[in-house]
């Protein structure tokens, strides 16, 4: 069974980081196409934050957190991570990640999803 845990989220002050990591199971980054974190708050949306393609390991940001936020991948444990440096009141949603196994690229059809990580930024 292809299991993908999100963890790291928790509440941080307007201007601070949290580092997002997802463990993946019963699935190999040799089989993946694409991974990606997305998020969605309230009564909005989820939407793509950031996206590890597998064709070329090119990574690709959301304009919004773009310069802010860097994800990256460790092959040997089958992890994913999701750095957010200088958070904003906007960032605040839960944060899920996803891995695709059809497609180089992050949509809202995601092969598998996790369980999201509630990330909440305060003034």
């Known amino acids: 069974e292809v299991q993908l845990q999100a963890s790291g989220g928790g509440s941080v002050q307007a201007g601070g980081s949290l580092r997002l990591s997802c463990a993946v199971s019963?699935?190999?980054?040799?089989?993946?196409?694409?991974l990606g974190w997305f998020r969605q708050a309230p009564g909005k949306e989820r939407e793509v934050v950031s996206c590890i393609s597998f064709s070329d390991l090119s990574m690709a940001y959301a304009d919004s957190v773009k310069g802010r936020f860097t994800i990256s991948v460790d092959n040997a444990n089958n992890a994913v991570y999701l750095q957010m440096n200088s958070l904003t009141l906007e960032d605040t949603a839960v944060y899920y990640c996803a891995a695709r196994r059809t497609y180089y690229s992050c949509s809202q059809d995601m092969d598998y999803w996790g369980k999201g990580t509630q990330v909440t930024v305060s003034s």
């Open positions: 019963g699935f190999t980054f040799r089989s993946a196409y694409a």
